[in-house]
C-alpha cells in the first residue's frame, strides 16, 4: 500500500491564483481530512469528510474548497491565494473516529 | 511557547538513554489521546495511542502514561537511537466528533551518538 499520497511537494504561487492539492488514499479508509501546519502552532484543521459525497467545514476553512467524489480521493482547491496561505499541509485518512491518522508527506506551497 | 520548526522546547538525549517526552493536554473531557513523531521534511507517523480508561499501554520501545487528575500524557522511549531525533506531538480528541481532535506543538527530540 502506498498510504496517504500528496502532490506536488512544493508549490509557488502568485497572489491571487488558484491552484488543487491533490490527496489519495488506498487504504479504503472513510474518514479523509487537510490540516495546515505553521510555525508556533499545532496542526489546525481545514475541511474534512466522514465519506464520499459528504465534506465539512474544520477550523480555518476560508479561502479552501474541497470535494470527495470517491473513496480515494480528497483534493484541497486554493481559490485565489493569499501570502497568509503560505503554509505547509498535509492530508490524513483513518479507518474511523478514534482511530490514529495517517498523514501524507505534505505539500510546502509558497503565495508571494 | 512552543512551535514548529521555531522555538520548539528541545530535548536533547545520548544514544541509549531513555526519553521522557511531556504534553499537558487542555480538555478533562478528551477521552483520546495519541503521540506522532515528525521527521524533517515529512508527515506525522502514529506511534502509539491510549484512551482515558487507560493509565498507560506500551508499545515496541515505547510508553504512553496518562494522568488524568493532572491533564497529562507523557511518552517514554527507551534505548532511544539517534533515528529517534525528531518533532514529537500529542493530539487529543474532546469530543464527538472528527473535528475536535486538537494537536500540540511539539517537542523536538536530539539524540548524540
Known sequence: ??????????????????MTLQCAQDMNHEYMSWYRQDPGMGLRLIHYSVGAGITDQGEVPNGYNVSRSTTEDFPLRLLSAAPSQTSVYFCASSPGLNSPLHFGNGTRLTVT | GESVGLHLPTLSVQEGDNSIINCAYSNSASDYFIWYKQESGKGPQFIIDIR??????????????????????????AATQPGDSAVYFCAENWGPGYS?????????????P
Do not use: C, E, Y
Open chain 1, 1 to 18: 500500500n502506498a498510504g496517504v499520497t500528496q502532490t506536488p511537494k512544493f508549490q509557488v504561487l502568485k497572489t491571487g491564483q488558484s
Open chain 2, 52 to 77: 482515558s480508561n487507560m493509565d498507560k499501554r506500551q508499545g515496541q520501545r515505547v510508553t504512553v502514561l496518562l494522568n488524568k487528575t493532572v491533564k497529562h500524557l507523557s511518552l517514554q522511549i
Open chain 2, 100 to 112: 475536535t481532535l486538537t494537536f500540540g506543538k511539539g517537542t523536538m527530540l536530539l539524540v548524540s
